[in-house]
């Protein structure tokens, strides 16, 4: 197998030419050149006939070892020459590396955002630090975004509530218990939100809920054919209130019972014969 130079790794099958690799500070810059073929207005998809002119743009890029990347990257901008679309001129993009407005390259922004969904915020900050990534809370909590919303319901649709702040503010996460993934996420925890949803995304065979009425009355409502189930967290718990009320009950005769195992046994002498 033959080298594989810094073009193949960083910028494999792009029309992207790497120019030079300079070393600044402990970090690598690499000059490359969109060298592809002229790219399609976004505006109307016409293929670009005339360069208009080319500038530099900053990519921020996976780390090599310990050393952080960036990547000085020279992009054309070219013209539309079709009179009905609005767009006088525009700016190449370069598929598998670059978006519009971006200061990451796609594969960098991958790698953020399945820290972030993973971890979130700090917890991936701190996480980014032993990765050699540039990247703060802020930026990986913007790469979150919402899983789009299906149709139809999942087969077994898992609803609870959670906490946006304690004891004042609620929502509902709505989870496709066999698949393990969220479905969508309502704004609060009452009956009507979960009633409305429900009937538009209908297909729920069981439900798998919490203990909240308002729950009960939603489902019963919306989707009186679904099973209702309780979760494991609320069947445990169901359970342990029962056996923590059962021994406060009985507690007097269990603490008679406890006192008698605790007594020593006394001894029984036997004569031995002569």
């Given at each position: 197998?033959?080298?594989?130079s810094?073009?193949?790794v960083?910028f494999?099958?792009?029309?992207?030419?790497?120019?030079?690799?300079?070393e600044?500070?402990g970090e690598?810059v690499?000059e490359?050149?969109?060298?592809g073929p002229?790219?399609?207005?976004?505006g109307?998809?016409?293929?670009?006939?005339?360069v208009h002119?080319?500038?530099?743009?900053?990519?921020a890029e996976?780390p090599?070892g310990?050393?952080q990347v960036?990547?000085?990257?020279r992009?054309?901008?070219?013209f539309?020459?079709?009179?009905?679309?609005?767009?006088?001129t525009?700016?190449?993009?370069?598929?598998?590396?670059?978006?519009r407005?971006?200061?990451?390259t796609?594969a960098?922004k991958?790698?953020?955002?399945?820290?972030?969904?993973?971890l979130g915020?700090?917890?991936?900050t701190?996480l980014?630090?032993?990765?050699q990534l540039?990247a703060?809370?802020?930026?990986?909590?913007?790469?979150?975004?919402?899983?789009?919303?299906p149709?139809?319901a999942p087969?077994?649709?898992?609803v609870?509530?959670?906490?946006?702040r304690?004891?004042t503010r609620?929502a509902t996460v709505?989870?496709?218990v066999?698949a393990?993934?969220v479905?969508?996420?309502?704004?609060?925890?009452t009956?009507e939100?979960l009633?409305?949803w429900?009937?538009?995304?209908p297909?729920a065979?069981v439900i798998?809920r919490d203990?909240?009425?308002g729950?009960s009355?939603a489902?019963r409502q919306?989707?009186?054919?679904?099973l209702?189930?309780?979760?494991r967290?609320?069947?445990?718990?169901n359970?342990?209130?029962a056996?923590?009320?059962?021994?406060?009950q009985?507690?007097?005769?269990?603490r008679?019972?406890?006192e008698r195992?605790?007594?020593?046994?006394t001894?029984?002498?036997?004569?031995?014969?002569q």
């Open positions: 197998m033959g080298a594989c810094i073009a193949d960083l494999p099958g792009t029309g992207v030419r790497v120019g030079a690799v300079k600044f500070s690598l690499v490359a050149v969109c060298a002229p790219g399609r207005c976004p109307c998809g016409a293929v670009a006939r005339r002119s080319s500038y530099h743009r900053w990519l996976r090599l310990q050393s960036v990547v000085r990257l992009a054309r901008r070219f539309c020459d079709r009179k009905s679309c609005p767009r006088l525009f700016a190449e993009q370069v598929a598998g590396l670059t978006e407005h971006g200061r990451l796609l960098m991958e790698r953020l955002r399945a820290v972030a969904v993973e915020g700090r917890p991936g701190r980014c630090r032993k990765m540039r703060g809370r802020t930026l990986l909590l913007k790469l979150l975004q919402a899983p789009p919303v149709d139809r087969r077994v649709l898992g609870d509530d959670f906490a946006l304690r004891r609620y709505l989870i496709d066999e393990s993934r479905v969508d996420v309502l704004p609060d925890r009956a939100t009633a409305a429900l009937t538009e995304h297909g065979e798998c203990r909240a009425s729950y009355k489902i919306a989707a009186p054919q679904a209702e189930v309780a979760d967290w609320h069947l445990l718990q359970l342990s209130n056996l923590e009320r059962t021994c406060h009985h507690r007097s005769c269990l008679k019972h406890a195992e605790a007594k020593p046994s001894p029984v002498l036997r004569a031995v014969p």
